[in-house]
């Protein structure tokens, strides 16, 4: 009988202890997401502290409140290894929402894996926000087969259409510093990763910029995105008699590309896409060789976009020790799931899409605002971007201009902190 007695007593104190503790019928409240990206390198860990900097600020400020309760962030990294292989994009996708037990993703960055997570999404009717990914094959889908694939938004970057656009804009700019500087003709030599991404903005280019006066090489060289070399490529453009680089490349080649172009000094300003060269350490893997390579990005240091950049990039620099490359928009994806949460006041998938479609967000890279299939929009008074050179040792923006003019007519765009773009010195010999 004595035992009995004092196991009672023993449970009794158990139980008002974890009374007190507010834990004895139920656990702490938590929305888990999953950040999906390659681990392993700048694009996930970049993923990662984008998405950790706004968990971590919504979390002090309270959680994401829903009805009368709110409930904490919990983060879950999920390493895609698309880099590697896109095919195991799909398999952690899988065990991170079957497993892991995820209520939503957000993440990736190569196409094709982010394509294959988007299915795998879709299976289990999970909200999958792209930060990496500018594919239009995914935002098409949500128009053929809406019930299906509602479920899919892309935050960062605006899709292919526009990313072209904005890359031959960049061109535009650098083929009027050709003739201005040069005193010749721009002629364009094509360089691009191969990869799903690409084919559209180089069939594009192809096509659109002789119409605006800059000739297109015919011969477009197609590296693999983790090439480590391209050293015959680039001495096959010196010889083609460019004397302009675009660049579409968002695999570690970036890096190969931008040492090897200003170690062998090739006579053509580059200018387009390299998202190696986004971040600070593209100055130091090139050993400063990297100097006056241009590409388009989502931030640049000094350059204010919003009231919240300056905020955002202090904090992720202070953390980090890096600027942010565009696949830290999972900042800005984190707050928008929170703001469609607490606007559906449910947890049901469904709901929260139909809020996330009526999204109004002013966020770090600008303001978004989805449109019929679920793209972040692009353009003046949106999220438009910024133009980015290395200017001895230094990441500065150089796009959209002083004048504010926008390419496709419209508002003027303008952001402090836009410096002016620097032809490279060896290119200007060359040719003068």
């Known amino acids: 009988m004595k035992w009995l007695i004092k196991g009672a007593t023993f449970l009794l104190i158990a139980c008002l202890i974890l009374a007190a503790l507010g834990c004895a019928d ?41 009805g009368d309760e709110y409930y904490k962030i919990k983060l879950v990294q999920v390493d895609s290894n698309e880099l590697v292989s896109p095919a195991d994009a799909a398999t952690a996708a899988e065990r991170a929402i079957t497993v892991d037990r995820v209520d939503f993703l957000m993440g990736t960055i190569r196409s094709e894996g982010a394509m294959a997570v988007q299915e795998v999404a879709m299976d289990h009717q999970t909200i999958f926000m792209v930060c990496g990914s500018s594919e239009t094959k995914m935002s098409d889908k949500v128009a053929q087969d809406y019930a299906r694939y509602k479920y899919w938004f892309r935050v960062t970057p605006f899709n292919n259409t526009y990313l072209g656009m904005m890359n031959f804009t960049l061109v535009g700019m650098v083929a009027q510093q050709v003739v201005a500087q040069l005193h010749t003709a721009p002629k364009l030599a094509i360089l691009a990763e191969k990869a799903s991404w690409t084919d559209a903005i180089v069939a594009a280019a192809q096509t659109i910029l002789p ?11 197609r590296p693999s ?9 680039l001495l096959a453009i010196k010889d083609s008699g460019a004397n302009m680089i675009m660049t579409a490349l968002s695999g570690t ?14 006579p053509a300003a580059s200018v387009g896409i390299n998202v190696m060269a986004q971040a600070d350490d593209f100055w130091e893997n090139t050993n400063e060789y990297g100097n006056y390579e241009m590409t388009l990005n989502v931030y640049a240091r000094d350059v204010e976009l919003t009231e919240k950049t300056a905020a955002f990039m202090d904090a992720f620099i202070a953390e980090k020790g890096q600027t942010p490359t565009y696949n830290a928009g999972t900042y800005d994806a984190l707050y928008i799931l929170k703001e469609a949460i607490e606007r559906a006041d449910s947890l049901d998938q469904d709901n ?17 605002v989805f449109d019929a299939k679920h793209d972040v929009t692009w353009g003046p008074g949106y999220v438009t971007g910024v133009g980015v050179q290395w200017q001895n040792g230094e990441l500065k923006g150089v796009w959209p201009p002083a004048d504010g003019s926008w390419p496709t007519g419209g508002p003027s765009v303008t952001y402090a902190g836009i410096v002016a773009y620097q032809m490279p010195p060896w290119v200007i010999d060359y040719w003068t």
């Open 211 to 221: 119409t605006k006066g800059i000739q297109v090489v015919s011969e477009v060289w």
């Open 26 to 66: 139920e656990e702490a409240k938590e929305i888990r997401v999953g950040v999906i990206g390659p681990m392993q390198f700048q694009m996930g860990e970049h993923h990662w502290m984008g998405a950790t900097l706004a968990a971590d600020e919504i979390n002090a400020a309270g959680g994401i409140k829903v």
């Open 253 to 266: 080649v970036g890096i190969a590309y931008g040492r090897t172009w200003g170690e062998l000094q090739i």
């Open 352 to 368: 929260i899409v139909a809020f996330l479609e009526e999204t109004d967000y002013i966020g770090t890279g600008g303001r978004f």
């Open 225 to 233: 995105g983790q090439a480590d070399d391209v050293t015959a490529e």
